[in-house]
């Protein structure tokens, strides 16, 4: 041990060492930094005392979450879950009930068949509940069935089922957007029956472009489509023709008039004039499907005319209007009609989204089948947003 004079002696000759010794052998950027670990060694010593060096510092503790080991579900595995398609197997059928048990009451019966899609239910529950099992039927209904009536669907079965129906995962990413015209009537108060076509395809390219449509002034919207689509259809035809606008005033109070003027058809200067409203922009695009990819890569949405019938073939003994074999099913009993077209697929196939589609989903179509829709009523407008205008690649 030296004493306390020796160590006050050696302090200043240790840390001329020490930092010499610093400036030869540490980098010159490292230097000031280890000159203050020498010189806080050497005031220690001087002191008679040493810093304390901690040999074995405790474990640092890293929580993680806990690891899910449950396999994802998939189709066709055994295990219902979200997202799995059943088939109703049982030769009488199956009740949709409100609730998940028999003494809930029942309401639709389906029959042997049927497909039913799982789905969360309205609280966001679990989708099987004991005996039964939260579904959506391809109209949109939903409810609880009994499992033991149903069968999983194998995931090949799935994808010829909604193949033949122009669905696909590509048309599933634009559910979102997707108004069915009959539902949304139901929405503020009609009775689902009504040519709002043209309203409800240009909501859903409005809802496609970030584009809002004004309220109709008067009417307190009720925070549905429905709501949306009778205010297409005001701010479309109220100057044009204001007895198809869906609103009449009653003792000086403006009410939607739902029966009589729903069932007017709207057109493309209809179109227009709420794409005005909606504060968007329109463009003339030719009613071809090479014309209308051109359209949506560019950034707009495109409301097309069409038609599900036409003439029979020349010689056929059968003088009545046909089904077109060769387009998309037809839903609604629709005949001319109009759709928006959304999407374009990396195949070069269309996302329509029809608004009398009985799916109640966009769907999947081919070239070909846009332009044998097209056939006999021919028609298109492109739809944007003109404040970034249409977006190059979109």
């Known amino acids: 041990m030296f004493s306390e004079g020796i160590r006050r002696a050696l302090g ?15 980098a010159p950027p490292l230097q000031p930094a280890a000159k203050a670990v020498a010189n806080f060694a050497v005031s220690s010593f001087e ?17 993680r979450p806990p690891v899910d080991l449950t396999p994802p579900n998939a189709q066709g595995d055994g295990t219902l879950g979200e997202g799995d398609w059943l088939n109703v197997n049982s030769t009488d059928g199956v009740y949709l009930r409100p609730g998940p048990s028999a003494e809930s009451g029942q309401s639709i019966l389906f ?20 005996e039964f099992v939260y579904v959506q039927d391809a109209r949109g209904r939903q409810g609880w069935v009994r499992a033991a009536k149903t069968q999983e669907m194998s995931a090949d079965e799935v994808t010829n089922y ?12 634009y559910q979102g957007i997707y108004v069915n015209q009959f539902d ?31 309220s109709i002034p008067g009417i307190t919207h009720n925070g549905t489509a ?19 606008d869906g609103v009449t005033t009653t003792n000086g109070e403006t009410q939607y008039s739902l029966t009589t003027e729903n069932s007017q058809y709207t057109g493309f200067q209809d179109v227009k004039n709420a794409v005005t409203a909606a504060r968007g922009s329109w463009a003339k ?34 003088a009545d209007p046909v089904v077109k074999s060769d387009t998309w099913a037809q839903g609604g009993g629709a005949q001319e009609h109009l759709v928006a077209v959304v ?46 205008g249409p977006r190059s690649g979109a």
């Open 111 to 130: 029959g042997t068949g049927a497909k039913l899609k799982v789905i969360a239910p309205p609280d966001n529950g679990a989708a099987v509940q004991g």
């Open 226 to 244: 429905g709501a949306d689509v009778q205010a297409v259809r005001y701010w479309g035809n109220r100057v044009s023709d204001p007895s198809s």
């Open 162 to 173: 909604r193949a033949a129906r122009n669905q696909s995962d590509a048309a599933d990413k």
């Open 285 to 318: 695009v030719d009613a071809n499907s090479e014309s209308i990819k051109e359209a949506i890569e560019s950034g707009m949405s495109v409301v097309i005319s069409g038609n599900f019938v036409e003439a029979p073939a020349q010689g056929s003994e059968n």
């Open 343 to 388: 999407g374009v697929t990396p195949e070069g196939n269309f996302i329509v989204c029809d608004p009398a589609a009985e799916v109640r989903t966009p769907l999947e179509v081919t070239p070909g089948e846009l332009d044998a829709f097209m056939r006999g009523n021919a028609g298109a407008i492109g739809i944007y947003d003109p404040t970034p």
């Open 12 to 26: 200043p000759v240790l840390r001329t060492v020490a930092n010499t010794a610093v400036e030869k052998t540490v």
């Open 184 to 214: 949304a009537e139901t929405q503020v108060g009609g009775d689902g029956r009504n040519a709002n076509c043209g309203p409800t395809a240009t909501l859903m390219a409005f809802l496609n472009e970030g584009l809002d449509i004004p």
């Open 47 to 63: 002191r008679g005392s040493s810093p304390r060096v901690v040999l074995n510092p405790p474990p640092v503790v890293v929580q």
